[in-house]
């Protein structure tokens, strides 16, 4: 087996990937301990740690738990709650219950939890842990497929996993967490999701286009305007949502606001009108989703760039090119 631990220097720091190993039930509260205060949400939590530590792969389970943990001020990188800065969290599962367990090749890795506190998202920290996940799930576990759900709303996200990756879209499922709260949803928004998939062998493909002919090209089925509300800390900027005047063609664009967590919590006021502004692109957009995926289109990139000093995002679709 390679090794389960990796450094990473970024921007003028060092930090340590490590795949927990441990049989000691106090080595997994930490995990449970960091998940709460990225998400704050009480009623999405793991198992009990006796659960979790019997879950691990290395134990009597199908879990694989990665560890992010900050060099500390003497050059080490202790395994505690402290250093720890990010993780993720998987298990091994199948794609046809029929088939179950019976052919390798129908095993898959579902990845449930993947995230980086907040003070530390800026030096591209989930960009490894994918990777280093990816590495350990094909030589650990012998699987060559992982999915994972995100929301279609967030686009550093959707760049990493489609620009980055090359996943797939296997359903868009709506209101999927339904009556979860925490920091990163709302409970008046639905929380509908992708749920991709990530071939781990695939050598990424995709169709040659042109983002700002297709921008010149009115592509867009949903795209956004500025405008200027009342927001949570006083007047802001903030994308509203249109529908295109489109005509279906080979290749079609989807815009989605470019910070849709700050989106969320700006718009976490009492005036109706602009609570409602993210509640709009949930459901445009899923429209657009839905009705474009049925059509036979395929999501083949997701892009972003600045246009008239704001920065803006796109997903690319595609239908019938090679």
């Not at 449970?32 to 998400?39: D, G, N, P, S, V």
């Not at 920290?125 to 279609?152: A, S, W, Y």
């Not at 990530?198 to 050598?203: A, F, G, P």
């Not at 080979?250 to 470019?258: A, H, K």
């Amino acid at each position: 087996m390679r090794d389960l631990e990796v450094i990473h220097e970024l921007k003028g720091r060092r930090f340590l990937f490590a795949v927990e190993t441990s049989d000691k039930l106090a080595e997994y509260a930490k995990f449970e301990e960091l998940r709460y205060e990225i998400w704050e949400d009480p009623d999405d939590n793991f198992s009990a740690a006796r659960n979790m530590a019997g879950q691990n792969i290395f134990n009597d389970g199908s879990s694989l738990y990665i560890g992010i943990y900050i060099e500390s001020k003497n050059g080490r990188f202790p395994k505690n709650r402290e250093h720890l800065i990010g993780f993720s969290y998987g298990y091994v599962g199948i794609k046809d219950l029929n088939i179950g367990y019976r052919n390798p090749a129908n095993l898959e890795f579902y990845s449930q939890y993947a995230s980086v506190k907040q003070d530390f998202q800026k030096y591209g920290l989930g960009f490894f842990l994918k990777q280093f996940q990816r590495q350990k799930v094909i030589e650990i576990l012998g699987i060559n497929t992982i999915t994972c759900t995100f929301d279609p709303l967030t686009g550093v996200n959707a760049y990493r996993n489609f620009h980055i990756f090359g996943m797939e879209v296997i359903a868009y499922k709506e209101a999927f967490y339904k009556g979860f709260a925490g920091k990163l949803n709302r409970v008046d928004v639905p929380s509908d999701r992708f749920f991709v998939s990530w071939d781990l062998k695939k050598e990424i493909k995709r169709p040659k286009y042109d983002l700002e002919l297709l921008l010149e090209e009115d592509r867009l089925i949903v795209y956004s305007e500025s405008r200027e509300v009342r927001g949570k800390t006083g007047q802001v900027c903030l994308p509203v949502v249109k529908k295109g005047s489109y005509s279906l063609c080979n290749i079609m664009l989807i815009e989605i606001p470019y910070d849709f967590y700050t989106l969320l919590q700006e718009t976490d006021v009492l005036d109706k009108e602009v609570r409602n502004i993210p509640v709009y692109w949930r459901k445009k957009t899923k429209e657009a989703f839905c009705s474009i995926l049925k059509d036979g289109y395929k999501i083949i990139d997701f892009r972003y760039k600045k246009i008239k000093d704001r920065m803006r995002d796109f997903y690319v679709l595609s239908k019938g090119m090679k």
